[in-house]
């Protein structure tokens, strides 16, 4: 049975840091790339990155570039999202998502996703 469960959410301060994680189960990290994508309130959910069977990252949102990282531990099937320099704009639900084999920005290529995890940035 096919799993992803989000955690690390909270709240924070602008400038601040937070890491989520994506507990996988089910499958393998070594036949399937795990995207992490968020949605605010009102707009459509945004890839932003994304972790390829070698380990590889693709960055799909400019807006995170150098602030946000990806990486997994293969050995707890873990992928994380390291979020640094945090902004008011970030606030939203954080969800990460699998797809078979190559990463993807697009929504529609993740067949499997976790419930989400919600980050607010605020002071």
């Known amino acids: 049975q096919v799993q992803l469960v989000e955690s690390g959410g909270g709240l924070v301060q602008p400038g601040g840091s937070l890491r989520l994680s994506c507990a996988a189960s089910?499958?393998?990290?070594?036949?399937?790339?795990i995207g992490w994508f968020r949605q605010a309130p009102g707009k459509e959910r945004e890839a932003l990155l994304c972790?390829?069977?070698?380990?590889?990252?693709?960055n799909y949102a400019d807006s995170v570039k150098d602030r946000f990282t990806i990486s997994r531990d293969k050995g707890n099937n873990t992928v994380y999202l390291q979020m640094n320099n945090l902004k008011q704009e970030d606030t939203a639900v954080y969800y990460c998502?699998?797809?078979?084999?190559?990463?993807?920005?697009?929504?529609?290529?993740?067949?499997?996703w976790g419930q989400g995890t919600q980050v607010t940035v605020s002071s």
């Open positions: 972790i390829s069977i070698y380990g590889g990252n693709k």
């Open positions: 089910g499958f393998s990290l070594d036949d399937n790339a």
């Open positions: 998502a699998r797809t078979y084999y190559y990463c993807s920005g697009y929504v529609q290529r993740f067949e499997y």
